[in-house]
C-alpha cells in the first residue's frame, strides 16, 4: 500500500480526491460502465486505499472514453477525468500501457498524427471533396518537426520507446 498515493495526486493538481465520499455518482453516470467492467468510483476507492501499482496496472483504466458525465455530477467536485488522465500517464511512465496505445503514440512521434493518412483515408477524403492531406503535420513539415521537438523536451519519445 501506498498511504501518501492520494496526497501525491493532489499535488498533482487532484486536489479534492481525498473527499471522495464513495457515492457512485461517478459510475452511475459512466457509458463505458454500461459495456465494461469499468467502474470510475472503485478507481477512486483503490486511490483512496494507496493501491497504486494495482491502479496502475488495471487494463480497465484505459477504458474511460473522458466524456466527463462522471466529473461534472461529482457531488464532491473531483475532477475525475483529470485524475484518470494523471492515473494513465503515471502507467504508461510505468510502462503499463496498451501495446496499441504505446503503437499510436510511436505512430504520433514519428508523423505528429494520431489517425493514418495513407492511400485509402486520402481517397476518403477526396470523395468527401476535401484535401487529401489535413491541415496538419502532413501538409506542415515543419509543425513535424516541433511535435517531435516537443516530444523530446518532455521526454514522451523516451517513455514510448521504453528508455525511461
Not at 130 to 140: A, C, G, I, R, Y
Not at 149 to 162: C, E, N, P, T, W
Request: with cysteine; hydrophobic share 40%; proline share 4%.
Amino acid at each position: 500500500l501506498d498511504l501518501s498515493f492520494a496526497k501525491t495526486l493532489e499535488q498533482l493538481g487532484i486536489e479534492r480526491v481525498l473527499t471522495c465520499m464513495q457515492c457512485g455518482t461517478c459510475t452511475a453516470s459512466c457509458p463505458s460502465g454500461r459495456y465494461a467492467a469499468y467502474r470510475t468510483r472503485l478507481v477512486l476507492r483503490k486511490v483512496l486505499l494507496g493501491l497504486r501499482e494495482e491502479i496502475l496496472s488495471d487494463p480497465d483504466l484505459w477504458l474511460c472514453t473522458t466524456c466527463y458525465n462522471c466529473q461534472e455530477r461529482c457531488p464532491r467536485k473531483i475532477d475525475v477525468v483529470d485524475l484518470i488522465i494523471v492515473l494513465r500517464n503515471m502507467a504508461f511512465a510505468a510502462g503499463h500501457a496498451r501495446e496499441r496505445h504505446v503503437q499510436i503514440s510511436k505512430f504520433f512521434i514519428e508523423t505528429g498524427h494520431l489517425v493514418p493518412i495513407n492511400e485509402e483515408n486520402m481517397k476518403k477524403r477526396r470523395e468527401l471533396g476535401l484535401s487529401e492531406k489535413p491541415p496538419t503535420t502532413h501538409s506542415f513539415p515543419k509543425a513535424l518537426e516541433e511535435v517531435k521537438a516537443l516530444a523530446s523536451y518532455f521526454g514522451f519519445d523516451k517513455i514510448v520507446l521504453g528508455e525511461r
